[in-house]
């Protein structure tokens, strides 16, 4: 009976072949889990979306520990992978992470209910489908790792030096994610980063591609329905009934880096030029949702208002918050801010803090802190 016995040449291809899989099943998943971990509130951010998606809104309070978990233990995935440290253990794990993200992405794919998965921050913006594409060949990846773990070599240390270098690891993102949530990310990879200008990324380029779409009209007639276009639908003749209209994108133009960016006031006027082109130092004082403001930190707003005024800078005050929680919110803290509205995300995008300041001038970024 002949038995197959590997040659050299056969196990020097098994440990490259092997080695590659681990390499980029590592360096994926330290990117994935590093960019998490230096804008948790942007993680907590994407994950209160899903939870929304689901219907589980309940859950939303747990979002900040579910985004320290998932970087916490994404990064340590990838740096077990990169050192070949606890292989057995940590190839598991990752086929397990594997199995569960693999479908999650599959849903967020067909029902879109996000335009970005946000596995990689706002480092880089992958669509929907890219991302589960993605993962089929990680997935396939981390089964390669664990089919042929057995017939390389790779164990360099010994088990609690081992144990001892993964408790290690797990300490990296966590305190990324803590440093990150008290101040601000230690990495701004958002176009509201300090030293842009916002007028400029607003700006859509005289070469820009343009997107194409195709609108189709309905019309009914003696009961009957019939799709047109633009240009043959019966515009002149009264026997047929619109019915709907539907539109639909065959391609997308440019979008600009900051493309949602509108401040309105009390009247519902929008301010936004005024605000953009003023060449004074001008304070905006971001907080998205008042119900979830600090009233301790309210004291160092109060001062800062003073200190605008004193030197007639333009002082504003932003927020989602509706006017009953507007009001509500001045009663409570005893202050006057004149409120301007913007939209959430926009607002939870130009600065990871409630409240926060970001200083402007001319368009530019000059400086963003969280208050407290």
């Not at 038995?3 to 050299?8: A, F, L, S």
């Not at 360099?156 to 008290?182: H, K, V």
């Not at 820009?208 to 019939?226: D, F, M």
């Not at 900051?258 to 953009?276: E, G, P, Q, R, V």
Request: hydrophobic share 45%; with cysteine.
């Amino acid at each position: 009976m002949n038995r197959y016995r590997p040659t050299k040449k056969n196990t020097a291809l098994i440990q490259t072949v092997w080695t590659i899989c681990r390499l980029l099943f590592g360096v994926t998943f330290i990117i994935s889990g590093f960019v998490k971990a230096v804008d948790p509130l942007g993680v907590q951010y994407k994950i209160e979306d899903y939870l929304t998606a689901l219907n589980l809104t309940a859950l939303h309070p747990f979002a900040l520990t579910f985004a320290f978990a998932l970087f916490a233990i994404e990064f340590v995935i990838g740096v077990n992978f990169l050192f070949s440290i606890r292989m057995r253990e940590t190839s598991f794990v990752g086929l397990l992470f594997m199995c569960v993200m693999t479908p999650v992405t599959l849903w967020i794919a067909l029902a879109n209910p996000v335009t970005d998965c946000g596995c990689f921050g706002d480092a880089i913006i992958l669509s929907n489908w890219a991302t589960f594409w993605k993962n089929i060949i990680l997935l396939a990846v981390v089964i390669t790792v664990i089919a042929l773990r057995k017939k390389v070599h790779h164990t360099w240390l010994s088990p609690f030096p081992e144990w001892t270098l993964t408790a290690t690891f797990c300490i990296i993102p966590l305190a990324l994610g803590c440093y990150g949530l008290r101040f601000l990310p230690l990495i701004d990879f958002r176009p509201y980063k300090i030293g842009n200008n916002i007028i400029e990324l607003m700006s859509i380029p005289p070469d820009a591609p343009k997107g194409e779409s195709k609108t189709t009209l309905i019309y009914e007639k003696n009961g009957e329905e019939k799709e047109f276009t633009l240009q043959n639908y019966p515009t002149n003749d009264s026997t047929w009934h619109f019915v709907d209209q539907k539109t639909i994108q065959i391609k997308e133009g440019y979008v600009p880096p900051i493309h949602d960016f509108a401040i309105t006031d009390k009247n519902n006027d929008d301010i936004t030029t005024d605000i953009l082109y003023c060449p004074d130092t001008t304070y905006l004082v971001v907080m998205y949702d008042l119900t979830l403001t600090d009233a301790d930190d309210i004291h160092s707003l109060v001062k800062l208002q003073h200190y605008a005024t004193t030197h007639q800078q333009p002082f504003y005050v932003l927020t989602a918050s509706g006017a009953d929680d507007r009001a509500t919110f001045s009663e409570t803290t005893h202050t006057s801010f004149q409120f301007y509205t913007a939209d959430p995300i926009t607002l939870k995008t130009m600065i990871r803090a409630n409240p926060g300041v970001m200083v402007l001038k001319e368009g530019v970024i000059l400086d963003k802190y969280p208050v407290y």
